[in-house]
């Protein structure tokens, strides 16, 4: 098998004892009380060992955070200042994207080619951001209030950056989605702690150094490492001003929850369940292999995964038989290997949940490809295609964030819709079909945060992201994503 060259200062990163948070701009947390271990789930081999932060690493970054928020040197911040810094954290997390991703590949398992794509479109989200700084934007506007002694109004509505933000992600796409919330945060001129997943977060620490390299004044950004312990600590601080989380609808409830707690301001990027509806007319070459890619890339360990597959009846058979191809053709192999077209799964744990869906799947439904664990070392599953009559199954509705699709036939463009909202979640969508008409009926009616068609879901930093129901709360990305750091001050002048 022939390998990438892991970059040498990776080896040398990872061999360092003292690996864990960064507050004010230093690395620290070589005396903590409790350490988890970071597993290379190719090969199962250990690759660090990082600590967990508990309550007086948690009140130092969020005091860190809360100064500088208070600094005239961030505060007062000019915003073409602000921008330069954003470009410049651009610039070396381009540098260093090769580092970042081999760091990538290795904690987590995924293609090291995606994984520095990650990296790259990371690098573009601080680029978008970067010139948000200097478009900020209020409103004049009229009110009828009259005023004491006949005097005029002169009356306008200003955006404020919210404060110390809280930013929670989750292991999948830990360099991009933390992107997504540090840059907008940055760019409005709040300050952040970041918790990066328990499972991948030696990426995330060693890209904290950059922020310190690019010019970031002390405690603008800090990073502290810990599991949903920590998590729950950042969470429930009564210091912060906002939370962002990404990750399960599970922890995205208590979040939402202990938020209400303190009137803390939330966004939730939360679970999903995304359907595919196939029609007959489609361009079906294309679109069975875009529905094999959108659920089998990253191992389906991707929040919009197109896993349930609505084909229809008249082409479910043939259809079928073209994903099943694409699935069996797929090669499995370490994320480092050029020719792997999927990696492992990220734990040995998410594995065995994953394999668990598999093995308890309704006896109603048909295994059609798949549907094992590869033996030998590393956490690897073969792609799964799993077929059902209709949607009342288990794996129709619940998330297993893995590579296993459900494809159920439907009779008509109405059964279609029907079985598709057919869920508690409303993250992603997608329609396949070359009339205009039916793809207009299927955007206004799919009850989801995104719809694409004739194509798979992909993030661009100017196209809003989130999801409807139990797929979570407020958007990312875009002007949306911005003004989701932002608060509005209503004032009125009398003159
Ligand atoms: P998770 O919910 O288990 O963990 C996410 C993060 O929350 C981790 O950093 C974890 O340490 C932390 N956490 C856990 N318990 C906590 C608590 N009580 N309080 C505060 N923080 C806590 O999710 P995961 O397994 O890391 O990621 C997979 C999930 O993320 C899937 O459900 C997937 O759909 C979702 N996801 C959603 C999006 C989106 O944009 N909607 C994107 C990627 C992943």
């Known amino acids: 098998?022939?390998?990438?060259?892991?970059?040498?200062?990776?080896?040398?990163?990872?061999?360092?004892?003292?690996?864990?948070?960064?507050?004010?701009?230093?690395?620290?947390?070589?005396?903590?009380?409790?350490?988890?271990?970071?597993?290379?789930?190719?090969?199962?081999?250990?690759?660090?060992?990082?600590?967990?932060?508990?309550?007086?690493?948690?009140?130092?970054?969020?005091?860190?955070?809360?100064?500088?928020?208070?600094?005239?040197?961030?505060?007062?911040?000019?915003?073409?200042?602000?921008?330069?810094?954003?470009?410049?954290?651009?610039?070396?997390?381009?540098?260093?994207?090769?580092?970042?991703?081999?760091?990538?590949?290795?904690?987590?398992?995924?293609?090291?080619?995606?994984?520095?794509?990650?990296?790259?479109?990371?690098?573009?989200?601080?680029?978008?951001?970067?010139?948000?700084?200097?478009k900020?934007?209020?409103?004049?506007?009229?009110?009828?209030?009259?005023?004491?002694?006949?005097?005029?109004?002169?009356?306008?509505?200003?955006?404020?950056?919210?404060?110390?933000?809280?930013?929670?992600?989750?292991?999948?796409?830990?360099?991009?989605i933390a992107s997504w919330k540090l840059a907008p945060a940055l760019a409005a001129g709040c300050t952040v702690v970041l918790k990066p997943s328990e499972v991948c977060p030696l990426s995330s620490i060693y890209m904290a150094r950059l922020f310190e390299e690019a010019g970031f004044p002390r405690g603008v950004f800090n990073l502290v490492v810990g599991d949903g312990e920590t998590g729950a600590l950042l969470t429930t601080h009564k210091n912060v001003d906002k939370i962002t989380f990404t990750g399960s609808t599970a922890v995205g409830k208590i979040i939402g929850k202990s938020a209400m707690e303190n009137l803390t301001a939330v966004s939730l990027e939360l679970g999903g369940k995304s359907p595919v509806i196939v029609f007959e007319d489609a361009d079906l070459k294309l679109a069975a292999k875009s529905v094999a890619m959108g659920i089998f890339r990253n191992g389906g360990q991707v929040c919009v995964a197109g896993s349930r597959a609505y084909i229809q009846e008249s082409i479910f058979e043939s259809f079928l038989d073209m994903l099943k191809q694409e699935a069996e053709s797929m090669n499995i192999s370490d994320g480092f290997d050029p020719d792997a077209d999927l990696g492992p799964l990220v734990s040995e744990a998410h594995l065995s949940r994953v394999c668990d869906y598999v093995e308890k799947a309704d006896n109603k439904l048909r295994l059609k490809t798949g549907g094992h664990k590869q033996e030998g070392s590393g956490f690897y599953m073969q792609p799964t295609i799993f077929t059902a009559e209709d949607n009342n199954?288990?794996?129709?509705?619940?998330?297993?964030?893995?590579?296993?699709?459900?494809?159920?036939?439907?009779?008509?463009?109405?059964?279609?819709?029907?079985?598709?909202?057919?869920?508690?979640?409303?993250?992603?969508?997608?329609?396949?079909?070359?009339?205009?008409?039916?793809?207009?009926?299927?955007?206004?009616?799919?009850?989801?945060?995104?719809?694409?068609?004739?194509?798979?879901?992909?993030?661009?930093?100017?196209?809003?992201?989130?999801?409807?129901?139990?797929?979570?709360?407020?958007?990312?990305?875009?002007?949306?994503?911005?003004?989701?750091?932002?608060?509005?001050?209503?004032?009125?002048?009398?003159?």
């Not at 098998?1 to 990163?13: A, G, L, Q």
């Not at 004491?148 to 992600?169: C, D, M, S, W, Y």
Request: with cysteine; charged share 25%; proline share 5%.
């Open 393 to 495: 199954s288990v794996l129709a509705s619940e998330e297993v964030f893995g590579p296993v699709l459900l494809a159920i036939p439907f009779s008509d463009m109405n059964h279609a819709l029907s079985m598709a909202n057919d869920s508690e979640y409303g993250l992603s969508s997608a329609v396949w079909t070359k009339d205009i008409s039916k793809a207009l009926e299927c955007v206004h009616t799919l009850d989801a945060g995104w719809v694409f068609v004739n194509s798979i879901p992909r993030s661009d930093p100017n196209f809003p992201i989130g999801g409807n129901k139990l797929s979570g709360l407020g958007r990312e990305l875009g002007k949306e994503g911005l003004y989701a750091y932002t608060k509005l001050k209503s004032v009125n002048i009398a003159y």
């Open 136 to 176: 900020m934007e209020g409103d004049l506007i009229d009110i009828s209030l009259k005023q004491p002694q006949k005097k005029k109004n002169f009356t306008f509505l200003k955006r404020e950056a919210v404060g110390v933000v809280v930013a929670i992600v989750p292991w999948n796409f830990p360099i991009s």
């Open 1 to 134: 098998m022939k390998m990438y060259t892991i970059p040498k200062e990776v080896e040398s990163f990872i061999e360092k004892a003292e690996f864990g948070h960064f507050i004010n701009n230093r690395y620290g947390g070589n005396m903590a009380k409790r350490y988890l271990e970071i597993i290379n789930p190719a090969n199962e081999d250990s690759l660090a060992k990082v600590p967990v932060a508990g309550s007086d690493e948690v009140d130092a970054a969020v005091s860190a955070a809360r100064d500088a928020f208070k600094s005239p040197d961030w505060h007062d911040m000019s915003p073409d200042s602000r921008e330069d810094l954003l470009h410049r954290l651009a610039t070396l997390i381009e540098e260093k994207h090769e580092t970042i991703a081999a760091i990538l590949t290795l904690e987590n398992g995924k293609l090291y080619a995606q994984a520095k794509s990650e990296v790259m479109s990371a690098a573009r989200t601080f680029r978008f951001y970067a010139g948000w700084c200097t």
